[in-house]
T-cell receptor
Framework: GAVVSQHPSWVICKSGTSVKIECRSLDFQATTMFWYRQFPKQSLMLMATSNEGSKATYEQGVEKDKFLINHASLTLSTLTVTSAHPEDSSFYIC???????????FGPGTRLTVT | QQQVKQSPQSLIVQKGGIPIINCAYENTAFDYFPWYQQFPGKGPALLIAIRPDVSEKKEGRFTISFNKSAKQFSLHIMDSQPGDSATYFCAATQSGSARQLTFGSGTQLTVLP
């Protein structure tokens, strides 16, 4: 149980375009979802926290107009990177949590490369 | 106050050895301490977790030791195998703030055959 999927697993886009990443909880209801960014050989950096049906809460320094997060259902959250630039290239990972429990489960990650 | 300090940064052991990874925290409001295992190019996987009312927890070859007074906890991997080679992250969370995870900096473990 407790499976979280992400799609796509990798994506290449041109500078100036937008890309959407989906995160789904497959076998539980995720009242809270989180989006992280990870640079090579570094720890995970929390970008934002979203509760189903509410606006996301962004961490300091994360541009909310650039990284649009939608958590419209208990099983789906999306991250849209708008007007992507090469510096947005990174490994993006989502996680999900059933509000009744402490555990947080991670998706497999999405490798974004902006050319 | 929110930091979780993890050491060592990297660790190399022989097959069958017992690598130990240590973490320390300052925030006494933390009440849940998970460990995650991450392979290259993959998302972290929840390995084992402990709450501060317990001093030790075992799951298979993985053991967490917890010292509440010292505000430290550690992961021990018994009979380590080459397949355990990965990056390990400790984390901590508290009630409120949707239980956001505060991560340690990670330990890259290599188990030699």
């Amino acid at each position: 149980g407790a499976v979280v999927s992400q799609h796509p697993s990798w994506v290449i886009c041109k500078s100036g375009t937008s890309v959407k990443i989906e995160c789904r909880s497959l076998d539980f209801q995720a009242t809270t979802m989180f989006w992280y960014r990870q640079f090579p050989k570094q720890s995970l950096m929390l970008m934002a926290t979203s509760n189903e049906g509410s606006k996301a809460t962004y961490e300091q320094g994360v541009e909310k107009d650039k990284f649009l997060i939608n958590h419209a259902s208990l099983t789906l959250s999306t991250l849209t990177v708008t007007s992507a630039h090469p510096e947005d290239s990174s490994f993006y990972i989502c996680s999900a949590r059933d509000g009744r429990f402490y555990e947080q489960y991670f998706g497999p990650g999405t490798r974004l490369t902006v050319t | 106050q929110q930091q979780v300090k993890q050491s060592p940064q990297s660790l190399i052991v022989q097959k069958g050895g017992i690598p130990i990874i240590n973490c320390a925290y300052e925030n006494t409001a933390f009440d849940y301490f998970p460990w995650y295992q991450q392979f290259p190019g993959k998302g972290p996987a929840l390995l084992i977790a402990i709450r501060p009312d317990v001093s030790e927890k075992k799951e298979g070859r993985f053991t967490i030791s917890f010292n509440k007074s010292a505000k430290q906890f550690s992961l021990h991997i018994m009979d380590s195998q080459p397949g355990d080679s990965a990056t390990y992250f400790c984390a901590a969370t508290q009630s409120g703030s949707a239980r956001q995870l505060t991560f340690g900096s990670g330990t890259q473990l290599t188990v030699l055959p």
